[in-house]
């Protein structure tokens, strides 16, 4: 999948949804992995304000709707928007508004998507960014919960359930993709209750609010409008969700399971799920060139180019180093190591998976001190052909050899093998993909 951007610039107005106010959009195309920037052109030096989690206004200051700002610079109720630009795959563009509120337009986002592919569509070269979610995510408050669980495509399953007479218990679950949202979703429009009205405008939202771009709702149905949908109230809660989550800066995958859930748990299951992508990418090692003169590096050394320590750094020094080619690497086994005291306690026996660890940490030493590869991070992509033919004990010196098989910019392929006093006790090859960290 590749990035994309519109192909002409293209204008759009309206009024604000909760501040009433006549605004005028102009979108413009722009460079790849420059994300979603609003420029306020009706303030002087015409400040950006970026979409994603760092600019997140609080909901405290922001109720009922989906808000982002830089200081006095505020961009409110981009949600629709959001959802738009997520479904039509658009990863960077440029905004530029003369007011604080984006247009609710008919209180859907059904106008976003006309107008965007009105501008047209292109791929920008680069590679999309897309994260898997790794391990389950879970939120409650307030009676409403949110999760995400790893799954290998994007999915929604979402219920509504309001105390209320007509606002029944709706449930709806879709694989979301360009067409699904276009078919089932993206003209859902925003709704409320009318006891809630009062007290809205007396906050001083819903200024530019009226019967036709929201969903009223009565003790006795719709007022003064019709349903697009049956589950129309259902449909929209989904809707901003996908603005919400795209406030992450890249695509997803992974089932999100939401019941009542609306801004403010969206906006902390964002956060979560940044957290949990960063706490993954920074698990890989990350290359910081060290000269190696005579080709061997002590335990100082290879802590400047693995993030690893005690008690998992599995490697104790490198004694051969032939940048680009082979690598040798040392790891004295003792009783003190921490995995014998649960690892078959009455006959200690190393891991054969630590002993892998350790090879492939050589390994990152070997390819992750080229220069060229600097700010560069590894991950494992394949292990293929492990044997392991010798159990390790404590008093043996592992001898950890790394041979290169393939050294790109962006994949690394190595044959490894573990010696005990030149008998090999394991050996495998390793594939890694180098990615910028």
């Known amino acids: 999948m590749e990035q994309r951007t519109i192909k002409k610039p293209i204008e759009l107005s309206g009024v604000g949804l909760h501040t ?34 760092n600019y997140i206004l609080d909901q405290d200051k922001s109720p009922r709707r989906t808000s982002i700002g830089n200081g006095p610079v505020e961009i409110h109720t981009i949600e629709h928007l959001m959802a738009a630009l997520w479904a039509l795959g658009i990863d960077n ?43 389950p995510l879970w939120l409650e408050q307030d009676g409403a919960t949110i999760m995400v669980l790893p ?9 509504l359930n309001y105390e209320h007479p007509v606002l029944r218990t709706q449930y709806l679950s879709f694989t979301i993709d360009e067409n699904t949202f276009e078919k089932e979703i993206a003209s ?7 006891r809630e009205v009062k007290d809205l405008r007396e906050q001083g939202l819903g ?7 929201t969903v009223v709702v009565g003790n006795k149905g719709v007022i003064d409008n019709k349903l697009r949908f049956e589950d129309e109230f259902a449909r929209h809660k989904i809707l901003d969700l996908l603005g919400d989550l795209y406030l992450l800066g890249y695509g997803i ?11 403010p748990l969206n906006i902390k299951l ?53 940048p680009g080619k082979r690598a040798v690497g040392i790891k004295n086994v003792t009783m003190n190591e921490e995995f014998f005291t649960g690892h078959f306690p009455g006959r200690p026996v190393m891991p054969g998976v630590l002993i892998v660890e350790a090879m492939a940490q050589v390994a990152g030493v070997l390819m992750l001190n080229k220069k060229e ?17 010798k159990t390790v004990v404590p008093g043996d010196q592992l001898r950890l050899e790394v041979s290169v098989v393939k050294l790109k910019s962006k994949i690394g392929q190595v044959h490894t093998r573990a010696l005990v006093d030149d008998q090999v006790v394991s050996e495998a090859d390793l594939m890694f993909a180098l990615v910028k960290a």
């Not at 959009?25 to 992995?33: D, H, I, M, Q, V």
């Not at 604080?100 to 976003?112: H, K, V």
């Not at 429009?189 to 009318?194: G, I, S």
């Open 207 to 213: 200024k530019g609010a009226n019967y036709e771009n």
């Open 188 to 194: 859902s429009r925003t709704f409320c209750l009318e």
């Open 253 to 263: 995958r992974g089932h999100i399971i939401a019941m009542r859930s609306g801004h």
């Open 373 to 389: 590869n600097l700010g560069k991070m590894a991950y494992f992509m394949s292990l293929d052909k492990a044997k392991f033919r």
């Open 93 to 135: 563009i440029i905004v530029e508004m003369d007011g604080p509120e984006l247009p609710g337009l008919d209180g859907s986002a059904i106008g976003f998507v006309e107008m965007l592919r009105n501008a047209g569509i292109e791929n920008q070269g680069a590679p999309k960014n897309v994260y898997q979610v790794r391990s």
């Open 270 to 322: 964002v956060n979560k799920i940044n957290a949990q992508r960063e706490k993954t990418l920074s698990g890989g090692i990350k290359g910081v060139h060290v000269e190696t003169g005579s080709g061997i590096l002590d335990a100082e050394d290879i802590q400047k180019i693995l993030p690893h320590r005690y008690p998992f750094l599995l490697v104790d020094k490198i004694i051969e180093l032939e």
């Open 20 to 53: 009433g106010i006549e605004v005028n959009l102009k979108f413009k195309p722009a460079p790849t992995n420059t994300g979603i920037n609003f420029i306020r052109v009706d303030i002087k030096d015409s400040p950006m304000v970026k979409a994603d989690t």
């Open 151 to 159: 799954d290998n495509q994007f999915r929604v399953s979402y219920t």
